[in-house]
């Protein structure tokens, strides 16, 4: 089939990389020329474990191409994929649809009869039709179709969730749009992943029902990790224990800084102003909002604890400033609230982080990054690990006391406990939902 992406971020570029490893024809296009320039000469602009290997090969075999024309791209289209941003509207937390509906304008007076207009771009409850209805109003003798196809990707897996996905989820209004639609993901229906079809209204609820689900459940287990600091308790023998349970499952129960990135901050907002507009309150989800910035500044706060009460004159590590490892996202990442707290307070603050710079350079301002984590930790007065890339699982503990001013270990991450810390020669420890020991 011949598939037009509309957006190159990261929905875009990784569907229409592994859409062309389907066998389709995939055309992405993009306004930002520069950004085409760097596809067409084989460089990806975003850091996804795999997205170059499965792009090159694409390109390589003719099914993958980049573009800034639209007009030229969707002639012959089966489906034009909707993928642009929908990041938070200023003032109000709605998601903002400018993109999505310039989108549909422009789809409206260039794509030929017979094409699919299917919304990949996360949208409130609603979008899919009032795209219908954009497109129908600038060309009313068109004929189309809307569909919805929400991702789920993981950004660091996400060609990985693309090629084997828990489910696929399609919302249509006619048997005509969920042909093309089984069409397009057959590959995945011939090896037995499920297909869900929906309507319009089901397939952009599942979205954020599912991400807000996803971000209560790490917002929960930040509040049982505080508890369980004082009583006594383990939060990860603790999460362990739940999540044996088969109606809870071990994901998302890992304690931590907060959640950030692209999807759940921006969408736990979208739904709460979702549930207001409609005069039914996601009182659950707005909890949760206010909680996951509470633990943020709670992360603060043990820092302070472990520096004596003050941050002026020290130097800090900070290992790992991305949201999440294997990516280099810096979006609502924890380190943008805590690493600004520190610099703020007078500290130093050297950081190190595999993919973090090229983004991090631009929103962290007063630090110096470091290649390595015992470049970071030298002559430190505390080291932080904010993010667990795998570089930092197994590091030599003792040679960074060693090599700190004064060794002492806030593990926001929980990869080391105090036993580690303590037998490394750190003199102090925290860690999440657990004892630490020392001042």
Not at 15 to 29: E, W, Y
Not at 185 to 197: A, E, K, N, Q, S
Not at 349 to 360: K, L, S, T, W, Y
Not at 375 to 381: H, N
Request: net charge negative; with cysteine.
């Amino acid at each position: 089939m011949r598939i037009v992406m509309i957006g190159t971020g990261y929905v875009g570029l990784v569907s229409g990389v592994c859409f062309a490893d389907f066998g389709h024809q995939v055309v992405c296009v993009d306004r930002d020329s520069a950004k085409i320039a760097r596809l067409d000469a084989g460089e990806v602009p975003i850091y996804e474990p795999e997205l170059d290997v499965v792009m090159a090969r694409n390109v390589d075999a003719g099914r993958l191409t980049f573009t800034t024309d639209l007009a030229g791209a969707v002639v012959g289209a089966d489906a034009v994929f909707i993928a642009v941003g929908t990041p938070t509207r200023r003032g109000d937390g709605h998601a903002d649809l400018s993109y999505v509906m310039a989108a549909a304008t422009e789809l409206a007076h260039a794509m030929p009869d017979g094409v699919v207009v299917v919304t990949k771009s996360t949208v409130p409850v609603g979008t899919n039709r009032k795209v219908q209805e954009t497109i129908a109003a600038a060309n009313p003798a068109l004929d189309f179709e809307v569909a919805s196809n929400p991702e789920f990707l993981r950004e660091g897996a996400a060609v990985k969730d693309f090629m084997h996905p828990d489910r696929v989820v399609v919302g249509v209004q006619s048997e005509r749009a969920a042909k093309v639609l089984r069409d397009i993901y057959r590959p995945l229906y011939l090896r037995d992943f499920p297909i869900v079809v929906t309507d319009l209204e089901s397939a952009e609820m599942i979205k954020y029902a599912a991400n807000a689900f996803l971000a209560t459940k790490i917002t929960f287990i930040n509040e049982i990790a505080a508890l369980c600091e004082r009583v006594g308790a383990d939060v990860k023998q603790v999460s362990r224990g739940m999540g044996m349970d088969g109606r809870i499952g071990n994901k998302f129960l890992h304690a931590g800084p907060g959640y950030g990135g692209s999807c759940f901050p921006k969408d736990t907002t979208a739904l709460a102003r979702i549930g207001q507009e409609h005069a039914s309150p996601m009182r659950i989800v707005e909890a949760v909002i206010e909680v996951n910035e509470a633990v943020k500044r709670r992360m603060t706060d043990k820092l302070l604890d472990l520096c004596g009460g003050s941050f002026a004159g020290r130097t800090v590590g900070v290992l790992g400033v991305t949201f999440k490892p294997d990516t280099d996202d810096m979006r609502a990442a924890p380190s943008l609230s805590i690493v600004p707290a520190l610099v703020g307070g007078g500290a130093r603050v050297q950081i190190c982080d595999p993919q973090g710079q090229r983004e991090g350079a631009a929103l962290l301002h007063g630090v110096s990054w470091h290649d390595d984590a015992y470049g970071a930790a030298e002559k430190a007065d505390l080291l932080v690990i904010l993010t667990e890339w795998n570089e930092f699982r197994a590091l030599d503990l003792s040679r960074i006391a060693r090599d700190m001013a004064t060794p002492r270990l806030a593990d926001l991450r929980n990869i080391y406990s105090a036993e580690d810390a303590r037998a490394a020669g750190f003199v102090a420890y925290e860690g999440v939902g657990r004892q630490g020991y020392g001042a």
